[in-house]
């Protein structure tokens, strides 16, 4: 069965850090490239970072550009997320997903994990 | 960065009904649009890729279409596990944004 499970969320102090880990199982991750995306208590889903499957590209939405770091480990078929300087506003589910490519073209995410809580607060 | 509006933002209806859901991309994406399904305590679901090609598994009441830079989500004829929330992504370009989301609720 295909499947992506996140973990290391957990309740953090504005200005700390925190390293979120998606397990993948069910597919030659090594093939595929790989994203975060984050959804706050009540509101819709926000598009964090993407990372290609060599890690030769990796992108990340402005709103954490500097503070968060994404990398994979291919031969541990695994995704991480360093998050560092945690604000308020990064209090959400986080997810990973794997990235659809079709005709050499990036078309959305086709398999999803469940999320994982990461809560900043004091 | 493109903005994608969605509308309506909560629709009510009934089994059996077909139902809209709209996105407007703020520049010209092509067909790089996918769609999504959310349910609580559920794993997100892709529905509709590329604007209109309906991913494996996803039942043929779920179409996808496009007009210059507005898409369209249709359900055809509404089922009880259709009631959830959906949302819009572009695939055009870096950042990968994301409509604020429909919620499809029981009428």
Same mark, same amino acid.
């Given at each position: 069965e295909v499947q992506l499970v996140e973990s290391g969320g957990g309740l953090v102090q504005p200005g700390g850090s925190l390293r979120l880990s998606c397990a993948a199982s069910g597919f030659t991750f090594s093939n595929y490239n790989m994203k975060w995306v984050r959804q706050a208590p009540g509101k819709g889903l926000e598009w964090v970072s993407y990372i290609s499957s060599s890690s030769s590209n990796i992108y990340y939405a402005d709103s954490v550009k500097g503070r968060f770091t994404t990398s994979r480990d291919n031969a541990k078929k695994s995704l991480y997320l360093q998050m560092n300087s945690l604000r308020d506003e990064d209090t959400a589910v986080y997810y990973c997903a794997r990235s659809l490519v079709v005709a050499a073209r990036l078309q959305g995410m086709d398999v999803w994990g469940q999320g994982t809580t990461v809560t900043v607060s004091s | 960065d493109i903005q994608m509006t969605q509308s309506p933002s909560s629709v009510s209806a009934s089994v059996g009904d077909r139902v809209t859901i709209t996105c407007r991309a703020s520049q010209g994406i092509s067909t790089n649009l996918a769609w999504y399904q959310q349910k609580p305590g559920k794993v997100t679901k892709l529905?509709?890729?590329?604007? $209109?090609s309906l991913q494996s598994?996803?039942? $043929?009441r779920f179409s996808g279409s496009v007009s210059g830079t507005d898409f369209t989500l249709a359900i055809s004829s509404l089922q009880p596990e259709d009631f959830a929330t959906y949302y819009c992504q572009q695939a055009n370009s870096f950042p990968f944004t994301f409509g604020g989301g429909t919620k499809v609720e029981i009428k």
């Open positions: - | 529905l509709i890729y590329a604007a $209109s598994g996803v039942p $043929s």
